[in-house]
């Protein structure tokens, strides 16, 4: 049987969350601020993929981080200056971007208001 | 290296697109208006999923269907009535809905604006 969850605020701008989903947190205080929402995954009894929600106060920024696995990301609201790589790229509400597997890469919430954003990812191995 | 697609236009409400994204239509009359952006997939360098973005007309439904992969959708704007099986339920902006592998499901547009959705799926096998 499907899921849903329903979102607890009917607009995209803020912290609203969703029905059942834990908003997650960084220790790092250089991501304060910074919230994860594990929006569709194993717990739902997806297999393949995870699609995620992050949501990014104005100053704030994501990860500096590249790792093996790529991500697919849809910009909601907010604006972002992106680092893919060598390059910096800003993006606002609407814009797709793909980060490739082993590519350096951070989200800077550069509106002013909060940056969120989907990022789609492959499922954990095994 | 990583993939940008700029929206064309700057909200989620009616036909925009992206750049370097072609809007696919379906032939079956009864799909008429519905839209597909295939955002990120072996195009951009993905290998285990792809993001779609579909649109449906006021009163459009999306195919009435049941598969082996599974969906994962979010809302982005709009009125729909979800068939999960033998079950229906309204949802809107920003709700997200897991559509199980094997499950018969449909989106019907029931707002007075376009319904707008991300939809995950995993990628081809093979």
Not at 84 to 107: A, M, P
């Amino acid at each position: 049987m499907g899921v849903i969850h329903r979102r607890s605020g009917r607009d995209w701008e803020g912290v609203k969350g969703w029905e059942n989903v834990r908003a997650q947190q960084y220790p790092d205080p250089a991501l304060a601020g910074v919230r994860k929402h594990e929006l569709i995954g194993e717990q739902e009894g997806a297999r393949g993929y995870r699609v995620r929600y992050f949501q990014v106060p104005p100053g704030g920024r994501t990860a500096r981080e590249r790792h093996p696995h790529d991500h697919g990301v849809v910009i909601l609201c907010g604006r972002a200056r992106v680092t893919l790589g060598e390059e910096t790229k800003d993006v606002e509400e609407g814009d797709v971007v793909y980060v490739e597997g082993g590519e350096l890469h951070c989200f800077e919430s550069t509106g002013a208001e909060p940056l969120g954003f989907i990022c789609v990812v492959q499922a954990r191995p095994g």
